[in-house]
Nanobody, 127 residues
């Protein structure tokens, strides 16, 4: 059974950095988009970033462009999210996800386009 497990969340001061990891097991996702979403209390799940394959095309949400970077290591079945210049509004539970299909006309940005989800990791940015 496919499983995604996030790690690396925590408490950080504004302006700081964190690196999230998502380890996949149970199957390979080398041909699927791997993405990150986040959800703050009382808000909808928000698209953060997605990547097609290691070294491949990346897409970012407007609120994180220039500050966050997504990467993946398909040999390790792991995807990463490097978060720099963190702001208090980045506080949320961050989820890793794998797309349900391998081909899209445009990179998938909606939660419904992802079929596999991790349990989430909390990121808290203090001001």
């Amino acid at each position: 059974q496919a499983q995604l497990v996030e790690s690396g969340g925590g408490l950080v001061q504004a302006g700081g950095s964190l690196r999230l990891s998502c380890a996949a097991s149970g199957r390979t996702f080398s041909r699927n988009y791997m993405g990150w979403f986040r959800q703050a209390p009382g808000k909808e799940r928000e698209f953060v970033a997605t990547i097609i394959w290691s070294g491949g095309s990346t897409t970012y949400g407007d609120s994180v462009k220039g500050r966050f970077s997504i990467s993946r290591d398909d040999a390790k079945n792991t995807v990463y999210l490097q978060m720099n210049s963190l702001k208090p509004e980045d506080t949320a539970v961050y989820y890793c996800a794998a797309s349900g299909r391998q081909a899209y006309l445009t990179p998938p940005r909606l939660p419904g386009e992802y079929a596999y989800w991790g349990q989430g990791t909390q990121v808290t940015v203090s001001s």
